[in-house]
Each structure stands twice: as C-alpha cells, then as structure tokens.
C-alpha cells in the first residue's frame, strides 16, 4: 500500500514562498497523476495542480497559476509545490494524492486515492 506524506508547510507573511514535498513510500508507485489540492478553514477541498508522473503534463488552478509551480523527482518519488507570492487566501490545509485512472477527470479530487495527512500552511497579511 503507498503512503504519501506532505511536508513543508508553516507560517509565512504575506509575498513570501514554501516549497511543500510529497513522499511516496510502500507498495508499487506507478501514478498517472499526482495531484495537490488545499482545504480552507469552512470550504470544500479544492484543486491545486497535478502532473502526469510520466508525461510531465501540468494543468494548475486559475488561482495560483503564474505563482505556484507543481514539479516532481521520478527516482526519489516525490513531488512538490514551489508556492511563490503566498497570499493570505492561500492559507489553507495542502494535500497530495495519486490518481490511477487513465482518462478521468485529473481536477477532480474523486479521482484520487492515498491522500497524505496534509501539511498546514499559514499566510499573515
């Protein structure tokens, strides 16, 4: 069974970048897409980035395009979040988590699985 477990996360002013990671471990590690998605005090958990494991294909969120950058290390299995000019709106519970399923809806966090704890991040204005 693959685990994932964030890291990275911390309190941060406002303009200022993390740079969050996603380790993999156990079982056989062979996604289609590994994804981030973040979860706002009092809102759903919504879509960050993901990128094909393989392909390197990278679709992001309006939200954070042009500031956050979603990347991946294939032989130490891990994958990060480089966030630049954090806002306070991006304060936020991160998560990462493996999709399998060749052809679906890679936004959708129904399509994924071996969700991490997670990894707080806290944006001060």
């Known amino acids: 069974q693959v685990q994932l477990v964030e890291s990275g996360g911390g309190l941060v002013q406002a303009g200022g970048s993390l740079r969050l990671s996603c380790l993999a471990s156990?079982?056989?590690?062979?996604?289609?897409?590994m994804g981030w998605f973040r979860q706002a005090p009092g809102k759903e958990r919504e879509f960050v980035a993901t990128?094909?494991?393989?392909?390197?294909?990278?679709y992001e969120s309006d939200s954070v395009r042009g500031r956050f950058t979603i990347s991946r290390e294939n032989a130490k299995n891990t994958l990060y979040l480089q966030m630049n000019d954090l806002q306070p709106d991006d304060t936020a519970v991160y998560y990462c988590?493996?999709?399998?399923?060749?052809?679906?809806?890679?936004?959708?966090?129904?399509?994924?699985?071996?969700w991490g704890p997670g990894t707080q991040v806290t944006v001060s204005s």
């Open positions: 990128i094909g494991w393989k392909s390197g294909t990278i």
């Open positions: 988590a493996m999709n399998r399923q060749v052809g679906s809806n890679i936004r959708s966090q129904k399509n994924y699985e071996n």
């Open positions: 156990g079982g056989t590690f062979s996604p289609y897409f």
